[in-house]
Each structure stands twice: as C-alpha cells, then as structure tokens.
T-cell receptor, first 109, second 113 residues
Framework: GQNIDQPTEMTATEGAIVQINCTYQTSGFNGLFWYQQHAGEAPTFLSYNVLDGLEEKGRFSSFLSRSKGYSYLLLKELQMKDSASYLCAVRDSNYQLIWGAGTKLIIKP | IAGITQAPTSQILAAGRRMTLRCTQDMRHNAMYWYRQDLGLGLRLIHYSNTAGTTGKGEVPDGYSVSRANTDDFPLTLASAVPSQTSVYFC????????????FGPGTRLTVL
C-alpha cells in the first residue's frame, strides 16, 4: 500500500530552527510537495522537490532523498505566524497526490 | 472571482438527502480535484478531472459523483448523504495534471446527521 509518515505534532521556540521529517512508500514517484495549512484554512503550496537535494526558498528549505524515501522541511527564524500544520504529499505513478496526515507545529514565544 | 471559490461555506444535512457542493475557478486551469479532509488523516482524493469533459475516480469515490461541463466549474454531488461523509471538502485546481502546484479553495464543512 501507499504510506506517508510524518510526526503528528512538534513544538519549537520563536526565532529557532525546526526540521519536519517525512518518509514515504508509494507506487511510483513523480515529485514531493510540502503545503502549509493554518487552522480552518485551505492548504497553500510551499515547495516541490523531484530531484535529490536541497531546495531553498527564503526561510523555508526542503530536502529530498529518493533512495531513502525521505524528505524534510526546514524552517528557520521561526515566527509566531509559522504556527500551522505542514502537509507532505507525494505524486504517485498515476499523477495523484498521496498526502500525509500533517504535522502540527506549535511556536512558543 | 479571484482564484478558486467553493459554496456553501458550511452545511448541516440530514442523512439520505442529496447535496451538491459547488466549485468554480477563474484561472483557466485544466485540472481540478475534490478532496476530503478528516481529523488524523491526510487529504484523500475523491474525484478529479484532467480537462473539461473528462473525470476520473480517486482514492475514495464511493457515494460521490462529479461532472465537468466546462473549464471553470467542477461540482461534487452526494446522491444520498450518510454520516460518514461528514468532513471538510476542498476543491483544488492546477494548470495541468502534472503541474507543480495545486491551488485550493477555502473548503466546505459538511455535517451529515
């Protein structure tokens, strides 16, 4: 079966760095996505990785290792507004997105 | 309209009733999707459409139907609602089925009693 695993909840301090991990087992691989979802709102796109390595976009970076079925999202200089759920999704061989349950990130002052 | 809209925002529905959730986008995207999001579970794809006139089944299609008469609209119909269909429903769109980014509507919170 297809499976995306990520921690249920994480806590970090304002100004710090946090890494959210995602491991996956899917039928085929056509890219990995990270989305941010604030409570009661729609998911919004953060990053896309299809090749191994690190993609940096401002305070956010995403890493992919296809051989290990592993990705992480790195958030630097945390701000209170970063409190949200972070969703990992893999596009499978049918070009459908398979989603993890999300990691709720709590930022404390 | 700017982006993707959904209606209604929320709805309480008696079991057995028919319900259509509306979704409209003005970005001229070819691909559209319907997901449901339940607590503790990831988003699950219900149905999708690669382009106007075509639809396909996702992971959890039973009890739902869709149509894609034109590029902009992608309604989702529950023919006879059941309590297990209580969920938050998100419509999304992308330029094409293999595009990098999907854009999500604000969601419809549906409660079936």
């Amino acid at each position: 079966g297809q499976n995306i695993d990520q921690p249920t909840e994480m806590t970090a301090t304002e100004g710090a760095i946090v890494q959210i991990n995602c491991t996956y087992q899917t039928s085929g691989f056509n890219g990995l996505f990270w989305y941010q979802q604030h409570a009661g709102e729609a998911p919004t796109f953060l990053s896309y990785n299809v090749l191994d390595g690190l993609e940096e976009k401002g305070r956010f970076s995403s890493f992919l290792s296809r051989s290990k079925g592993y990705s992480y999202l790195l958030l630097k200089e945390l701000q209170m507004k970063d409190s949200a759920s972070y969703l990992c999704a893999v596009r499978d061989s049918n070009y459908q997105l398979i989603w993890g349950a999300g990691t709720k990130l709590i930022i404390k002052p | 309209i700017a982006g993707i809209t959904q209606a209604p925002t929320s709805q309480i529905l008696a079991a057995g009733r028919r319900m259509t959730l509306r979704c409209t986008q003005d970005m001229r995207h070819n691909a559209m999707y319907w997901y449901r999001q339940d607590l503790g579970l990831g988003l699950r794809l219900i149905h999708y459409s690669n382009t106007a006139g075509t639809t396909g089944k996702g992971e959890v299609p039973d009890g739902y139907s869709v149509s894609r008469a034109n590029t902009d609209d992608f309604p989702l119909t529950l023919a006879s609602a059941v309590p297990s269909q209580t969920s938050v429903y998100f419509c999304a769109s992308s330029l094409a089925i293999g595009s990098d980014e999907q854009f999500f509507g604000p969601g419809t919170r549906l409660t079936v009693l």
